[in-house]
């Protein structure tokens, strides 16, 4: 393949920046007409509820969350990279409004912020790839309302990481795109970031590394500075977030489900490969020492992984139980693929439409179409890590909002093939093509409903537990409890972990790591086996719930729809409350138990 040679200058100017930008900001500010946001969902709560714990007591290190413990203290595996500028913004405010009111402030201001920085990525990976055609006003509008999932994850209030790992990708991508093998940087910053912030971006992040692998062994233009820039910023930014973010205590720490020591030795492993391959071999090697250098290196390090972490070639689910998984995980409408979450009625018609939507930009912005693109290595590459999302996408619905913010920067690109194939000389032909990839996608949308039977979600006793959050209850009468553990559904187990006092903590919250707390917490509200309920409910020192306007079959779960409609409960003794709501508190009295 040959590199196409041209600046990538684009439109210059602020105007596409200020245009996307403010498009952008608009939609984020009318989703949020309500007070609102449709984008949020409970990562959000438990990220606040860490900040809140970071702020109080300063251990940056320590990432245990002492207010939930099933039965061990739950140790969180998200970054404080994603933490630290809220903590900042919340350090900085605080003097002058107090801490809570602060924090509320940098969890509002913020997303926003890092909304303006994918805006800047997205309009120079567009220029990139549309240089020297600039693309004009009207094509810049159409790109920000096809954008509007993405942005979604930039509202105010949306604190979890997906946002953080957006930005990841984006930087990546950029990388890809750039000429002139200036974008090593980029590729190898954005990976590092990405595993530092979580593992969800994996997948790409290991599709990112072979595509500027293989342009190293094609013998790519520019590919050997490519390589080492890449080696050479895993090696650093990984070494530098581990000291920043794990201190050199944590970077010995193995955690398979967390950036920690088998991640940071990944990325300083084949960072080296990268570095040492593009160094030592001269640049007139060929292709074939090119692969076996890249290739023996790499398989060196892979081993090495492989036996120094063996724990982690369980994945980073190891530790969720039958139970656990029967219960809870295997209902996630999210960590299911396209077909199931079609069945569990929760693929909508604008989720649907989105992803034809961007399987149609894949199709017209393959740089097959057109001279200027079909040898260039960059915009293959770059093209090949967008479709990459797509595509795990339809594997595990839980990715869909990459594609939904890296395949819009094809979309100008897309509009511009159309537009010259319908201008050509053989219009029948090009009309063809325009059209048949529509009626393709019709008819697959078509069959996917029809094939692929609506099967709403069973709300049984099991959906009730874990989807309940008593929202807009008083949470008052946790105060004045003595230390313990309370044993709660599913659903609550966040709302109560904000409002325990000290000395009391929450047993289970729908999260992996809970995965023993989830266990106990169906076993008792859903087991029918008296033994294992017992026990279950001997591992905490209260029991709490909120209790439902409608009866609840006692045959799916005794013990919830007992308490939740209000009846009594051997072993359990109810306390008193300060102010009439749902929430309900129980003293667990052991020698009682039924």
Not at 129 to 148: M, Q, Y
Not at 152 to 175: C, K, T, V, W, Y
Request: with cysteine; net charge negative.
């Amino acid at each position: 393949m040959v590199e196409n040679e041209r600046s990538a200058t684009g439109d210059a100017g602020l105007r596409p920046f200020v245009v996307l930008a403010g498009l952008l900001l608009l939609m984020l500010a009318f989703d949020r007409l309500d007070g609102s946001s449709f984008f949020g969902d409970i990562d959000d709560d438990l990220r606040l509820l860490q900040l809140k714990h970071l702020m109080a007591t300063g251990g940056w290190y320590d990432l245990s969350l002492p207010m939930i413990q099933s039965p061990e203290i739950y140790l969180s595996p998200w970054s404080r990279l994603i933490d630290l500028p809220y903590a900042a913004i919340a350090a900085i405010l605080g003097p002058f409004f107090g801490l809570d009111l602060a924090l509320l402030v940098a969890t509002q201001v913020w997303p926003p912020i890092m909304l303006l920085v994918f805006t800047g990525l997205m309009v120079r990976t567009v220029q990139a790839l549309t240089s020297p055609e600039a693309p004009s006003v009207p094509v810049w509008l159409v790109l920000g309302f096809v954008l509007i999932f993405a942005a979604g994850e930039f509202s105010p209030g949306r604190i979890d990481h997906h946002n953080g790992q957006i930005l990841a990708m984006m930087m990546i991508l950029l990388g890809l795109a750039r000429e002139g093998g200036r974008g090593g940087r980029f590729v190898g910053t954005g990976a590092a970031l990405s595993l530092v912030i979580g593992l969800e971006c994996l997948p790409f992040v290991a599709v990112a590394l072979a595509l500027v692998a293989m342009g190293y062994v094609l013998r790519v233009p520019f590919s050997r500075q490519t390589l080492a820039e890449t080696g050479a910023s895993m090696m650093l930014v990984s070494l530098v977030s581990g000291l920043v973010f794990l201190g050199p205590a944590g970077m010995l720490q193995t955690a398979c489900d967390a950036y920690s020591a088998p991640y940071l030795a990944a990325l300083c492993g084949f960072g080296a490969c990268f570095w040492f391959c593009a160094l030592l071999l001269p640049d007139g090697a060929t292709a074939l020492p090119r692969l076996l250098a890249l290739a023996v290196s790499g398989v060196l390090v892979a081993c090495g992984l492989v036996l120094l972490f063996p724990s982690c070639l369980d994945g980073p689910y190891q530790m969720i139980d039958p139970v656990s998984r029967f219960y809870w995980f295997e209902r996630i409408g999210q960590e299911q693929g396209l077909f199931g979450f079609r069945q569990m009625g929760q693929a909508t018609t604008a989720v649907l439409a989105m992803l034809a939507l961007l399987t149609l930009i894949a199709f017209f912005a393959c740089p097959c179409w057109r001279q200027e693109t079909r040898r260039s290595a960059r915009h293959w590459a770059a093209f090949l890590f967008a479709c990459s999302s797509l595509v795990t996408t339809l594997i595990l619905i839980r990715y869909v909002r990459f594609p939904a913010a890296l395949m819009p920067v094809f979309l100008p690109l897309a509009l511009m093939v159309c537009a010259e194939m319908l201008s050509t000389a053989q219009g029948r032909w090009a009309k063809a093509v325009v059209i048949t990839p529509l009626l393709v996608l019709a008819t697959a949308l078509v069959g996917l409903h029809i094939l692929v039977p609506h099967r709403p979600v069973e709300e049984d006793a099991v959906w009730l537990m874990s989807m309940d959050d008593c929202r807009g209850e008083d949470f008052g009468d946790l105060t004045g409890l003595a230390p313990g553990r309370v044993l709660a559904p599913l659903g609550i187990g966040i709302p109560l972990a904000a409002h325990v006092p000290d000395g009391v903590s929450v047993m289970a919250i729908p999260f992996h790591r809970a995965a023993n707390g989830i266990r106990l917490s169906f076993t008792a509200f859903a087991g029918s086996d008296a033994s294992m309920r017992r026990a279950a409910i001997d591992e905490a020192d209260y029991i709490a719930v909120c209790q439902l306007p409608f009866p609840v079959a006692s045959e799916e779960a005794p013990l919830y729809a007992a308490l939740v409609g209000g009846k009594d409960w051997p072993g359990l003794v109810p306390l008193p409350t300060a102010e009439p709501g749902r929430l309900r508190i129980y003293r667990v009295a052991h020698d009682a138990l039924k």
